[in-house]
């Protein structure tokens, strides 16, 4: 077999991520698990490598191994969820649901690889392909190319993308002042307005901000 | 009646509230440490006054002749309070020539320095000056047995005080005069 | 593979192992200084025992080094490798052990973005000296380094034993909330350095050094920016007064409670490590890296002996740094937990979007004005 470097790293990458994402939901330990999705991030951000992303690599493991993993290693053990919950429990029609959404999900994905595989070339000549973002090509975002470079994310980012961008800000703010309603205990929410119930407008601003 | 008085505590001013000026106050004061004077003692070859009164390791002292001061009376092993002192009394032989007119000496004197205290009774009470807490302080060994002080080490660690008194010397001219007691 | 490759690879291997030893020993005789200026600033002498047979035969050089204890940091280390592995019966054995590892690696891999010096060859072509020139430098060090609280949580965890897990919980805490705020202090630096009109662009370290030669070093132009970052620095590097997950007063040690010999020993050098390289990253951000003084050039003329001397005044500033780590470090006493968390997200985080927004209004409106 005639394997370049690329190639030989690029399996040995899907592997670890691959085998870290089966790991995750195989193991019975969820720190284990948990130390798996990392590295199956970590397995993720050296693809991106490998396609010279390396902006979308290090943003990766940054955010997700970096600081969400954290947050959930944090959660594991603030619980102590121990190895054996969950092992006694029958199968319910849930499960037998999500078993089934979970294989319609696979099927979809291979049916959709099978696809269109093929479709989307490499560009051979590096040069244009990875072609650099110059001021003029951001004008107004018209003829916006990806490139691995920093910059053309954030010209993406804030012409061409700045409605999905803000969008997905606000979402996430939402979803943020969200998690602070219902966190917050409704003791002082109760005796203030017991009808209206818990609204944003109660929340802590102090953690808005944040 | 007794009034209370409350204590206002003064609200921080903001330039307090940052500690900034506090931190860097106490950065100052550790820096113009780094240059002071040490006070470090190089223990093994620098060595620590002792100041006078100081209470060592218990030993055995001889008077300035050379002889055996210890009667054997055993009060310091009475009064000691850990029970550290051990005394086996025995007899000074008839024919001594240097302590004839003393009758006891013990056999064997052994100080267990693992359960002494160096509270200092035994030098106090001694009613012949034999024993004294000198200025030893740093004693070891690998093993108890180390740690227990027989009388040949006690004498060893004591040596030959100054004794003023020369009490035996007294008496002995005392009995040679007939006048003994 | 080509001949080419291999030797490139060969050449890049041994530089990095250089780097390796380097940053180490440096780490090792940060432990020294720290011991040495602890004492110092409390009356003592410190460590002055140690050392080798023929070294202390030379008449006055001899007694001296051994007085400054130079030797010190070897007799830890070999204490270290034949201390008794002891290894609790309690623990969760693979992450006992895996731990010290994930501490030390991040520790090690952010060194390789770090430039701290350039050489200048014949024909006036500058080269950097840097491992790794990335041209994301300062993310990669903030994706790198924020994994090493890994090595601290599951330390803490699979030690299965309280005050360590206390230590790992705090630490976990401690570093997601100063992550946050270092990573919005140092924004503004490269708003200024890559605000239109300047020469240097990207996110790469070397440009942001090379932006401060003969120029205002960053730290004059942005102080504020610079303050923030070196607190969330002492709060990253888990220094005093931010030294929750050891805490020896309340914690015993914190994390590495149930750690001996040679897997404490990783444990302290990756500390130290980090503190190297927080100080060598705080020198390039905001004091200049390897050139001069603010507004002066660099004296030294280009060439071997010039990016000698270029690396060498890199490294005192950073070892100014180290020190004034350690003198931080015995002056201020401890926060407390919940001193930490505020000060974290109630005080750092607004100060650093403030300062944050200033910039980009600066920045713009200078841009504006540069533009008319
Ligand atoms: S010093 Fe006190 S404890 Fe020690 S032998 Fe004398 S009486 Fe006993
Ligand atoms: S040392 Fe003094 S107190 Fe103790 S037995 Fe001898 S004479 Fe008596």
């Known amino acids: 077999m005639n394997l370049s470097l690329v190639d030989f790293l690029f399996y040995v990458f899907s592997a670890i991520s691959v085998g870290g994402g089966l790991a995750v939901i195989l193991s019975r330990n969820p720190v284990t698990a948990a130390m798996f999705m990392i590295l199956s991030l970590v397995g993720v951000a050296s693809l991106f490598v490998l396609l010279e992303a390396f902006f979308l690599a290090v943003l990766q493991v940054l955010v997700y191994a970096g600081a969400v993993m954290v947050l959930f290693l944090f959660i594991i053990m603030l619980m102590d969820v121990g190895p054996d919950s969950g092992k006694g429990a029958k199968l319910s029609k849930k499960r037998i649901l999500s078993g089934f959404i979970a294989l319609l999900g696979v099927g979809l994905l291979t049916v959709l690889t099978l696809e269109y595989s093929g479709v989307a070339t490499v560009a051979t000549d590096s040069a244009d392909h990875w072609q650099d973002v110059t001021e003029e090509t951001s004008a107004a975002g018209a003829n916006i190319v990806f490139s691995k470079s920093v910059k053309s994310f954030g010209y993406g980012l804030f012409t061409k993308y700045m409605l999905p961008l803000q969008v997905a800000g606000f979402l996430l703010l939402a979803a943020m002042v969200g998690v602070i309603v219902l966190s917050k205990k409704t003791d002082d929410v109760d005796a203030h307005n017991k009808a209206d119930g818990p609204s944003p407008g109660t929340t802590n601003p102090q953690s808005e901000e944040a | 009646m007794i009034k209370t008085v409350v204590m206002e505590r003064k609200p921080l001013s903001l330039s307090e509230r940052t500690y900034l000026p506090q931190i860097a106050s106490g950065l100052k004061t550790t820096f113009s440490n780094l240059f002071k004077k040490k006070v470090t003692l190089q223990y093994p070859e620098q060595r620590p006054a002792i100041p006078r009164g100081y209470r060592g390791v218990p030993t055995l002292v001889k008077d300035p002749n050379g002889r055996e001061k210890c009667v054997s009376c055993q009060l310091c092993e009475f009064v000691c309070p850990p029970k550290a002192i051990r005394i086996t009394p025995g007899h000074v032989p008839e024919d001594d020539e240097e302590r004839s007119h003393v009758e006891k000496a013990p056999e064997e004197f052994e100080i267990n320095m693992l359960r002494c205290i160096y509270c200092g009774y035994c030098e106090e009470v001694c009613p012949e000056e034999a024993i004294f807490l000198q200025e030893n302080y740093s004693l070891s060994g690998y093993s108890r047995e180390e740690m227990i002080n027989n009388k040949e080490e006690l004498y060893e660690l004591g040596g030959t005080l100054p004794d003023k008194h020369f009490k035996w010397d007294k008496k002995k001219a005392d009995e040679e005069s007939g006048n003994a007691h | ?372």
């Open chain 3, 1 to 372: 593979m080509d001949i080419e490759l291999i030797q490139m690879l060969a050449l890049k291997v041994t530089y990095a192992v250089v780097m390796v030893s380097v940053v180490m020993s440096i780490a090792g005789y940060t432990v020294l200084a720290e011991r040495k200026v602890c004492a110092w600033m409390q009356g003592r002498v410190g460590p002055n025992r140690t050392v080798l047979p023929f070294v202390s035969a030379i008449p006055i050089i001899g007694p001296f080094l051994r007085n400054l204890g130079i030797f010190q940091p070897l007799a830890d280390g070999l204490k270290f490798l034949f201390k008794e592995e002891i290894v609790p019966g309690h623990v969760n054995k693979f992450y006992y052990y895996l731990s010290p590892i994930v501490a030390l690696v991040p520790a090690l891999t952010t060194m390789t973005v770090l430039p701290f010096g350039e050489f200048t060859n014949a024909e006036g072509h500058t080269t950097p000296l840097v491992l790794a020139n990335v041209d994301l430098g300062i993310l990669f060090v903030f994706a790198i380094s924020s994994l090493g609280v890994y090595g601290i949580v599951l330390a803490g965890w699979s030690s299965n034993s309280k005050y360590p897990f206390l230590g790992g919980i705090r630490s976990s805490a401690q570093m997601i909330s100063y992550e946050l705020a270092m990573g919005l202090s140092v924004l503004p630096v490269f708003l200024w350095v890559n605000a239109p009109g300047m020469t240097e662009s990207g996110l790469s370290l070397v440009s942001i050094v090379n932006s401060q030669e003969n120029a205002p070093w960053l730290v004059l132009i942005q102080p504020f920016s610079a303050f923030l970052f070196l607190i969330a620095l002492f709060a990253e590097t888990n220094r005093l007064p931010f030294d929750m997950p050891e805490s020896e007063t309340d914690l015993v040690g914190g994390f590495h409670t149930e750690y001996g010999s040679f897997k404490f020993g990783i444990f302290f050098v990756a500390e130290y490590a980090h503190v190297v390289i927080g100080s060598a990253i705080f020198t390039t951000l905001f004091l200049g890296g390897w050139h001069f003084l603010p507004w002066v050039a660099d004296p030294w003329a280009p060439g071997l002996i010039g990016s000698l001397l270029g690396v060498g005044w890199f490294l005192a500033k950073t070892f100014c740094l180290i020190f004034f780590f350690i003198w931080v470090r015995w002056t201020l006493p401890r926060f407390r937990y919940d001193q930490v968390m505020k000060l974290g997200w109630a005080k750092l985080l607004p100060l650093a979007l403030v300062n944050l927004i200033f910039y980009v209004i600066l920045v713009t409106y200078l841009d504006q004005a540069a533009a008319s």
